[in-house]
């Protein structure tokens, strides 16, 4: 069985509809939802929709690592998928993991990415031009981060320790560590990432932000002060969710 696990905060306007779509794949999987400490009625919206609700117990501090290594802890599957609410699974995405992990030697791997939802004719172009750039770098080196669907075996995510609980950029650290685990496995039909946080913030904006931090990332710059600047520059805001994904590559739409 597959385990997805979706950590949340401050959702409920997404996880709704987020649930449904995953409660929808065909396939052996289950749907746990950990939230870090809502307080915008998400724990009811996901009580409501089927899923498994998991709340971090009292003093642990919320997180993304946290999140997922909790609810890692209470899966029942062989295969864990780490999947942010707003990004879509594509269809029969669970038959796919499982049929990457029918090979022994692969311990885990993602999917390739893809935007969707509304833009501008201009930030439209700019997208097409980052995912390009982006799916080609996933293609190359394997490095499924966040917005990817990253996915592994959940014996070896246990024996390796489990999800990166850095204050910063948890998610880069953990695409960083499944390079090291071993072969990876790179899904070719795309996850739907909304496109609104991009265009809500400007996409040329985000890519240089985000190009900036990453680059003192790898240089060890200190964790808490990225948060700092990536919380300044690149505030987040929260609607409905994007179009739903259907087969094939999806673009943005004016």
Known sequence: MVSIIVPVLNEAALIGRAVDALLAQPGPHEVIVVDGGSSDGTPDVISRSGARLAR????????????????????????????????????????????????????GGGFVPAFIGPAPAMERLMLK???R????????????????????????????????????????DFAAKLRGLGPRAVIAEPVG????????????????????????????????????????????????PAPAMSSGLIRPTE
């Not at 609410?85 to 022994?104: E, I």
């Not at 496109?195 to 790898?218: D, M, P």
Request: hydrophobic content about 40%; charged content about 20%; aromatic content about 10%.
């Open 56 to 107: 971090l117990p009292a003093g642990l501090p919320s997180g993304l690592g946290n999140q997922i290594n909790h609810g890692a802890s209470a899966a029942r599957g062989d295969i864990l998928v780490f999947l942010h609410c707003d990004v879509t699974l594509p269809p029969n995405a669970v038959q796919r993991v499982r049929d990457a992990c029918a090979d022994p030697r692969i311990v």
């Open 129 to 131: 031009a980052v995912e």
């Open 133 to 172: 750039v982006w799916q080609t770098r996933t293609r190359a080196f394997g490095w499924f981060a966040g917005d990817t669907a990253p996915f592994i075996r959940t014996a070896v995510f246990r024996q390796s320790g489990g999800y990166p609980t850095t204050v910063f950029a948890p998610d880069w």
């Open 193 to 240: 990432v909304d496109s609104r946080r991009h265009v809500f913030n400007g996409v040329l904006k985000t890519l240089c932000v985000t190009g900036v931090i990453e680059a003192l990332y790898r240089m060890g710059a200190d964790r808490a002060r990225l948060r700092r600047i990536y919380q300044r520059w690149l505030p987040r805001e929260r609607h409905a």
